[in-house]
């Protein structure tokens, strides 16, 4: 895809929610030291994230449906600034939690509108790989962002991370006010309709789809850190290594979804569960060998944000007459599953069994997940048999 700015205006975006998303859990330590906390009680500020993700894209996108596209993105990235400030700004505990969730309100919809938007700056042969240039920004964010924020927080302190990301959300808002067109509201959209189509079976399966995704994914990646100096032995640098090879898998993942799912979304969906699940099956059994498991991770971070573009365009596709709700609601979702995956990789542990049955729990949800697909492609083939049994018969 040739170069277009105004996607690399939302891809900045996405690498600027990104990063606020995923450095705090770099920064535990160090954020709990400081303000006189005990680590659980820092690890809230990310789950207080997860829950302002889901509360804030049905709520930020029902009430803002009659703004023009670029003037709500502006707004959104304006959010994300002055929370990220608040951030900066903070004295306290209680300051810092309020900045997160201020923060979190944004995400749902931006994602969800921001993918909307970027599907119309293109062909429609191409819009699946339009979203996957937004969705960019938030896999390079895993690979250099959330790193460099760490980094300059261990070195300059906590706050200073916040500040950097202050000034990206500053040069997001420049960048979106520059280069994305005038866009006018949907017209004959309304909260009622947005909702009415959020309860269709094909929506509500789109995105009980993406919930399996991410929990497949969410579960392994939350214990990555344990696993791989338990079970791989292996040193502080080689687990960061891991994650900036597994960073580098999501962001090739990423633009190989995009580009499959504008030939075929199902297919795509299936080729990538199907790999996923056979990718974590082998982890399960390769934790004890560093180079085995490096390329694991590897794979399995290109199977695992391969997901993301199909899971989105299916979501969109399936609320096609209202879809700004729905792709908002698939953001959360991801969420969803984020928490679901982190809780079913903890009972596994609670219940006793060694981190390699973590791995085969994930193996397992994405199993569900390629199953589901399966279901619905056979049910739309044999429906699209019917009636064309039924329309020859008519003409006969």
Not at 120 to 134: N, T
Not at 325 to 344: E, V
Not at 374 to 393: F, P
Request: aromatic fraction near 6%; charged fraction near 10%.
């Amino acid at each position: 895809m040739k170069i277009n700015p105004p996607l690399l205006a939302l891809a900045a975006g996405a690498f600027g929610i990104g990063v606020t998303e995923f450095a705090p859990m770099g920064l535990l330590p160090v954020i709990a030291t400081d303000l006189g906390v005990s680590i659980p009680s820092a690890g809230l500020l990310i789950s207080a994230y997860a829950i302002g993700v889901m509360l804030g894209a049905p709520l930020m996108t029902l009430t803002t449906g009659r703004l023009p596209r670029r003037t709500l993105l502006i707004a959104l990235a304006t959010i994300f600034t002055a929370g990220n400030l608040i951030a900066a700004l903070s004295g306290s505990y209680g300051m810092l939690l309020f900045a997160r969730i201020v923060t979190s309100l944004n995400h749902g919809a931006f994602f969800g509108v921001g993918s909307i938007v970027a599907a119309s700056l293109v062909p429609p042969q191409r819009q699946a790989g339009a979203v996957a240039a937004m969705f960019m920004g938030l896999t390079i964010a895993n690979v250099v962002g959330v790193p460099l924020a760490t980094w300059t927080g261990e070195v300059m302190g906590w706050r200073s991370a916040f500040w950097g990301i202050s000034v990206l959300g500053l040069l997001t808002i420049a960048a979106l006010r520059l280069t994305l067109p005038d866009m006018p509201a949907p017209t004959g959209a309304d909260a009622r309709s947005e909702l009415r189509v959020l309860m269709r079976g094909p929506v509500l399966a789109a995105l009980g789809l993406t919930v399996v995704g991410a929990s497949a994914m969410f579960t392994v990646f939350t214990y990555i850190t344990p696993i791989l100096r338990e079970q791989t032995h292996g040193s502080i640098g080689f687990v960061t290594a891991m994650l900036v090879v597994y960073g580098v898998g999501l962001t090739i993942g990423n633009w190989l979804g995009g580009r499959f799912a504008d030939r075929s979304v199902d297919r795509t969906l299936i080729v990538t569960l199907a790999a996923l699940t056979a990718i974590l099956v082998a982890f399960a059994f390769a934790m004890p060998h560093a180079a085995l498991t490096a390329v694991l991770i590897f794979l399995w971070g290109i199977a695992s944000f391969a997901l993301v573009p199909p899971l989105q365009v299916r979501v969109m596709s399936a609320a096609a007459d209202a879809p700004n709700l729905a792709s908002s609601m698939n953001i959360g979702a991801f969420n969803l599953g984020n928490a679901i995956g982190a809780a079913l990789g903890g009972a596994v542990i609670a219940a006793g069994l060694s981190l390699p049955f973590v791995a085969l729990a994930g193996a397992a949800a994405s199993g569900v997940g390629l199953l589901a697909v399966l279901i619905s492609v056979q049910k739309a083939s044999s429906t699209h048999v019917r009636l064309t049994e039924a329309l020859c018969n008519e003409m006969s």
